[in-house]
């Protein structure tokens, strides 16, 4: 049965058609993001790794070799069932790093272009055979449909449909990380329908030819030879090689890579794809035995790749041919689409972005793209080139297992990127070199030339591949491992190699305290992205970390840098993106600080705590232990580097600042506000490592601090250690003692004093006493009253001083007793009245009779004419002072007003202080209201003083003095 031209490109294009309708769909959301990103279709792009090998040559290779065909079902079950030990954190890395292919990842593991562009260029000698039997078996079938066909044009057509198809849906976005929706969804969609087909096909054979599962039993059971056939030629060692083969292919090949980690964004659908893609494969292997069983009991002898167009065009049923056809091209296709778009990304960012200059004026984006569809569009050409150069002639196993063998150098670099720090990028190369090269003289090339011979010899044995595969890997492995050892591991590429073990947490070791501001960074994207770009992706990597533009602080610019690197690894791949933003990290750094940045190191050690264990853990504890004992100390501490940038900020330290930990993380000393900014640096230029009792104001408010430091080691580079003790209590304290000492000095002076002026007080008393004696005269008589008042009052005042000069002493001889307090202010006015000053005021004396307090009369005369006499100080002549009283429950509340001057605000607090005083010296001494004081709270009472009393002149002072009023005499009943 045959088809015409137009009825295949019908159905070519129909089917493509189709493809471009699903994808399409998904990226306007015409199938909702649930299905079209839900893990199971991304789990069901997987499924591209069913190529036309799969389709096709696995009937060839049971017909040939038996079961040994279920080695590329096995191989790739293998490394699926082993996602989460392999898969998932080769995703992790690609993810983290935004690498989007192979030669991405071994160059961003071993820091090398080199190593990137070597990659690149032999994945795309291995992937070019396997292209083009993808080409070669869409052509094929089409002729073996169509005899008119012309291989090479129908080869061409379809690789110009396939080339537009990955150009459309594959490059969507200019980062490579960022997910082609449709595409994924196409080849999920391609997978199902390959599924679809075999089972379908293969059970309509079962029933149709076969005549079901027992007649088929039956059959096989009276034709042994057809068993032992489909068994017999097993070959052991091809077994092992081959498994390993596919196990790596899955892996390593590009549109595997592509799908399995570049179009992925959660490890969800690589979990599911441990159960389902071994799954998945079962299933289509179980349908090649039934089909090629169909193909005995038909005896049909032809090309065997081609068993299942053979076998539908023999049953003469058209929809059989069909599904077969579309089955095969949905196989061939996907490959070639997602491959082309993965080689394509490796190609731009390992041979020509290293290699060219960005053309200026150009949009840096929409250049990045087309370069990308004309790589695409060369790498299917090439596969074109290769089909008709070589493929054209193979079949389509040999050219196929020639590639597997070629991925199979692959692996050792996989599983060192995993496993092995050791690994450098010498071995590697050297590793890839050897084993490519063996590979390419024991079997790419002999494939090559023995194309016509190959021809009528079948026997895939005759090429002894495994041997030459297995001496390829471990020309590969040996010199992997032993040139890693023999040569010089550089840093960066075991830090790298530190990021991509399992189980190991970033290292922060090459975190370096950046000294470069954010228009350096715009100043150094532009020359490769153009000014447009450059500022886009500086915009994008703010928005993503959230910062504020204006208030960047140093270590925001480090996570700048670190996510530009990774958007721009996603656009040019790592070296390129390493390479632009390089000087960034190069800049000089001061060496103490060893390049390593404590805040970050900690915050790590704070975000993986959870992960540690054993020794790890304990450390850890360990470390947390110290760390607490430092910022609890009562002491207030911080550690800085000799170019005085802040490491360490304890708790108290943060108390006496009023700025915690946090606010200082990245400042220099001189960033502080003051004091501080010159206290600290001052004291750490200083040669002597202590400083006492220093006085600083913070906040306004007087400090005593003393200062220590010491260096954290004996090299002068070392970091700085700083205890500042906040001394002001004890200052205080002393300046307390210090005082009382001189007061006792006074009261000392005092007691001498009124011993002195004792005696002539007393002769002058006498002589007073003995004028009333000599004279009748009413005015001697008078002033003679009055000397004996004055020196009376002389005595007490000598008296006051003494006791005064016992302050903090109690004044032992009080008499209480029940007191007018009327009677008493009178007299102080009177006492007061004795000034010529005081004489004219005018004291307005509102008190009732009968008010009566407990207390010592000539102490509390003492109190009111202080009081009076510091109210006259204070008033102008003819001033009023006014006296009034209250009285509640048992204590009497005195209040003395006056016009004067009133008392500033800021003195109000220091007036009870003893030698406080406003006035000119000989006039106060400053003793009036302290001694007051004493008095009062010897009596249980209290003083308060209110000014101004007159709010709304600003003027007058009121003193409110409580005492405890006086108990009426209890009358006994019972006397
Ligand atoms: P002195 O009278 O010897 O100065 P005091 O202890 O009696 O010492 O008073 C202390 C200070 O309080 C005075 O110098 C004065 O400035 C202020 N003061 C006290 N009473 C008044 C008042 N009624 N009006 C204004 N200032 C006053
Ligand atoms: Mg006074």
């Known amino acids: 049965m045959n088809f015409s031209v137009t009825e295949l490109f019908l159905i070519v294009t129909a089917y493509l058609l189709f493809l471009f309708g699903i994808a399409y769909a998904t990226e306007r959301e015409i199938i909702p993001r649930r299905i079209s990103q839900h893990p199971i279709t991304h789990m069901l792009s997987l499924g591209t790794y069913a190529s036309a090998w799969t389709f096709y040559g696995a009937f060839e290779m049971l017909e040939n070799s038996g079961f040994l065909f279920l080695s590329s079902y096995l191989g790739a079950s293998a490394a699926f069932i082993m996602a989460p030990t392999l898969l998932i954190p080769i995703f992790n890395i690609t993810n983290r790093y935004k690498l989007s292919s192979l030669a991405d990842l071994f160059a961003f593991r071993f820091r090398s272009g080199l190593v990137g562009t070597i990659t690149t260029l032999l994945l795309l000698l291995a992937t070019l055979p396997l292209l083009s039997i993808q080409i070669q078996a869409v052509t094929d079938s089409l002729h073996i449909l169509n005899d008119d066909f012309a291989s090479s044009q129908i080869a061409a057509a379809f690789c110009i449909l396939i080339a537009l198809f990955a150009i459309l849906f594959g490059t969507r976005h200019p980062s490579m990380r960022a997910r082609n929706r449709g595409l994924v969804m196409a080849m999920a969609t391609s997978a199902l329908i390959k599924l679809i087909a075999l089972i379908s096909i293969s059970v309509y054979v079962l029933f149709s030819v076969l005549g079901g599962p027992t007649e088929t039993l039956q059959w096989l059971n009276t034709n042994p030879q057809i068993l032992a056939s489909l068994t017999g030629d097993n070959n052991d060692d091809s077994w092992h090689t081959l498994l390993l ?4 292919a899955t892996l390593v090949m590009p549109h595997m890579f592509h ?18 893609m071994p799954l998945y494969l079962l299933l289509l292997a179980v349908c090649v035995p039934v089909i090629v069983l169909a193909g005995y009991k038909l005896e049909i002898h032809k090309e065997s790749s081609f068993l299942l167009l053979y076998l539908s065009q023999l049953l003469h049923s058209e929809w059989l041919i069909i599904t077969v056809f579309i089955g095969g091209l949905t196989a061939a296709s996907g490959i070639i689409i997602v491959a082309s778009i993965s080689l394509a990304s490796m190609l731009q960012n390992h041979l020509i972005l290293p290699l060219i200059k960005t053309p200026e004026n150009v949009k840096f984006y929409a250049w990045l793209l087309w ?3 004309i790589l695409i569009s060369l790498v299917v050409l090439c596969s074109y080139i290769f089909y008709m150069t070589f493929g054209a002639h193979q079949q389509i196993h040999l050219l196929g297992l020639s590639a597997f063998v070629a991925f199979l150098q692959f692996l050792p670099g996989i599983i060192a990127t995993l496993f092995w720090l050791g690994a450098n990028r010498i071995g590697f190369i050297a590793g890839l070199i050897l084993g490519m090269s063996s590979w390419i003289i024991t079997t790419f090339y002999p494939v090559m030339l023995q194309q016509g011979v190959l021809l009528s010899d079948t026997n895939i044995d005759s090429l002894n591949w495994q041997s030459s595969a297995i001496i390829s890997l471990l020309l590969n492995i040996g010199a992997f491992i032993l040139i890693s050892r023999l040569t010089r591991t550089y840093p960066e590429e075991t830090r790298a190699g530190e990021a991509c073990l399992i189980n190991t947490m970033d290292s922060p070791s090459d975190i370096q305290r950046p000294s470069f501001e954010t228009a350096d960074i715009i100043r150094l994207l532009t020359p490769k992205l153009g000014e447009t770009a450059a500022r886009r992706e500086f915009q994008h990597a703010i928005t993503q970390l959230g910062l504020d533009i204006d208030q960047i602080r140093p270590l925001d ?18 070296i390129e993106a390493a390479t632009i933003l390089e000087s960034l990290a190069k800049q000089p750094v001061d060496r103490s600080f060893k390049a390593r940045d404590i805040h970050l190191l900690e915050t790590h050690l704070e ?74 640096p001052d004291f750490i230029n200083q040669d002597d490592n202590h400083l006492t009792d220093t006085q600083v104001i913070i906040n306004g408010d007087n400090y005593w601090l003393t200062l220590h430091k010491s260096q954290l080691s ?36 005092a007691a001498g004093v009124a011993h002195e002026i004792g005696n002539p007080i007393t002769g002058i008393a006498c002589l007073a006493q003995n004028l009333s004696l000599e004279t009748d005269q009413p005015e001697v008589l008078q002033a003679g009253d009055q000397i004996m008042e004055q020196t009376r009052r002389i005595n007490r005042i000598v008296q006051s001083l003494v006791r005064f000069a016992h302050t903090g002493q109690t004044i032992t001889d009080i008499q209480c007793e029940s007191i007018n307090l009327k009677q008493c202010i009178e007299e102080a006015i009177q006492l007061v009245s004795l000034d010529i000053h005081a004489r004219q005021q005018q004291f307005i004396c509102e008190l009732n009779s009968d008010v009566r307090v407990e207390g010592d009369p000539q102490l509390l005369l003492q109190v009111f004419v202080n009081i009076l006499n510091n109210a006259c100080d204070a008033s102008l002549p003819e001033g009023a002072i006014v006296i009034s009283c209250e009285q509640a429950e048992q204590r009497v509340f005195l209040s003395i007003t006056d016009e004067g001057t009133g008392i500033d605000k800021a003195i109000q607090d220091k ?65």
């Open 245 to 248: 083969a596919f196990f790596a």
């Open 259 to 276: 799908l399995a980690f570049t179009e992925n964004r959660s490890t969800e659908s690589l979990y599911k794809a441990s159960w389902g």
């Open 371 to 373: 370069l990308r569809r």
């Open 557 to 574: 610019l480090l996570r700048l840098r670190n996510a530009l690197e990774q958007n721009l690894s996603a656009l040019i791949g790592p």
């Open 607 to 680: 975000t993986y705590q959870a992960k540690l264990s054993g020794l790890a853990a304990e450390l850890d504890e360990l470390r947390r232990f110290h760390r607490r004992t430092l910022e609890k100390l009562p002491l207030g501490a911080c550690t800085v580097t000799p170019s005085q940038h802040i490491l360490f900020w304890n708790h108290e330290i943060a108390k006496l600042t009023g700025l915690n930990s946090y606010d200082v993380a990245d400042l220099s000393l001189s960033d502080l506000p003051e004091p501080w900014c010159t206290l600290l």
């Open 714 to 749: 004996e090299n002068p580079d070392s970091s700085i250690i700083i205890l500042v003790e906040d001394e002001t209590e004890h200052h205080l304290l002393t300046d307390k003692l210090r005082h009382s000492e001189r007061l006792a000095s006074i009261g000392r002076f």
């Open 911 to 975: 007036l009870f202080e003893p030698f406080f005083t406003t006035k000119e010296p000989g006039k106060g001494t400053g003793l009036g209201l302290s001694l007051v004081y004493n008095i009062l709270t010897e009596h249980y009472g209290s003083i308060e003083i209110i000014s101004p009393a007159n709010n709304k002149q600003n003027k007058g002072t009121q003193v409110i003095i409580t005492l405890p009023g006086s108990r009426p005499e209890v009358k006994n009943d019972f006397s």
